[in-house]
């Protein structure tokens, strides 16, 4: 896979929350997080799609970013590509092979800090059953609470490419691109609040 080139947004904010020190778990939340990717088509266009973060833990420790941490899971199957006969050929075998690998999984090593909002995790990504290194740099954009008051939460947007071929998927060379382009946007709400949607504002509320 050749050197990705991660760009995170997780907002840094607010020194009241870093005064204590400690490390605080951040859970993942599905209904404010997706990853968005795009992959040139033909020459013509770069062709766009959805997936989504089903679960994940990210844990951060403002004092000693190398106790911090990050596990994410994401559904292969729940690519959206905008057109239903699309999102079956992306989700078959020759691509995503989300029937016999249904999810990609992100798993940090270790934890880097290079200024004081900007870092560099140290991972592994599974992806079609194949693991491979992935370092991700990221900026630490913004942790507060929601406008409600109701969840301290943790914000992420990210960007990296990605060698498709370098997990396998070799197909379709003369009208798909190697390289995809893959943004994340993610929020991980402090400790176990993200575990039900019902936690979370409801329908019709303002997104916060």
């Not at 995790?121 to 630490?140: A, E, S, Y």
């Not at 008051?149 to 943790?154: N, S």
């Given at each position: 896979?050749r050197?990705?080139?991660?760009l995170?947004a997780?907002?840094?904010?607010?020194a009241?929350l870093?005064?204590h020190?400690a490390t605080?778990?951040?859970?993942i939340?599905?209904?404010?997080?997706?990853?968005?990717?795009n992959?040139?088509h033909?020459?013509?266009?770069?062709?766009?799609?959805?997936l989504?973060?089903?679960?994940?833990i990210v844990?951060?420790?403002?004092?000693?970013?190398?106790?911090s941490?990050v596990?994410a899971?994401?559904?292969l199957?729940s690519?959206?590509?905008?057109d239903?006969?699309?999102?079956k050929?992306v989700?078959?075998t020759?691509?995503?092979?989300?029937d016999?690998?249904?999810?990609?999984?992100?798993?940090s090593d270790s934890?880097?800090k290079?200024?004081?909002?900007?870092?560099t995790?140290?991972?592994?990504?599974?992806?079609?059953?194949?693991?491979?290194?992935?370092?991700?740099?990221?900026?630490?954009n913004r942790?507060?609470?929601?406008?409600y008051?109701?969840?301290?939460?943790?914000g992420?947007?990210?960007?990296?490419?990605?060698?498709?071929?370098?997990y396998?998927?070799?197909?379709?060379?003369?009208s798909?691109g190697n390289d995809?382009s893959?943004?994340?946007?993610?929020?991980?709400i402090?400790?176990?609040?993200?575990?039900t949607?019902s936690d979370?504002e409801?329908?019709?509320?303002?997104a916060?």
């Open positions: 896979m050197n990705a080139r991660f995170p997780v907002l840094f904010a607010i009241p870093y005064a020190g605080t778990a951040y859970r939340d599905p209904v404010h997080s997706q990853v968005v990717f992959v040139e033909n020459g013509f266009s770069r062709s766009f799609g959805r989504k973060v089903t679960e994940g844990r951060f420790d403002p004092d000693d970013w190398s106790k941490s596990d899971t994401i559904d199957a690519v959206d590509m905008g239903a006969e699309w999102n050929a989700r078959g020759s691509l995503l092979d989300s016999r690998a249904k999810t990609a999984h992100y798993v934890v880097e290079k200024s004081d909002d900007e870092g995790v140290h991972g592994k990504l599974t992806l079609r059953g194949k693991t491979l290194p992935l370092d991700l740099p990221f900026r630490v942790i507060g609470k929601t406008i008051g109701l969840h301290t939460v943790a992420f947007s990210s960007t990296v490419t990605l060698d498709r071929a370098a396998g998927m070799t197909s379709n060379k003369n798909i995809v893959v943004w994340l946007e993610i929020e991980a402090r400790g176990g609040d993200a575990q949607r979370k409801t329908p019709d509320a303002p916060q």
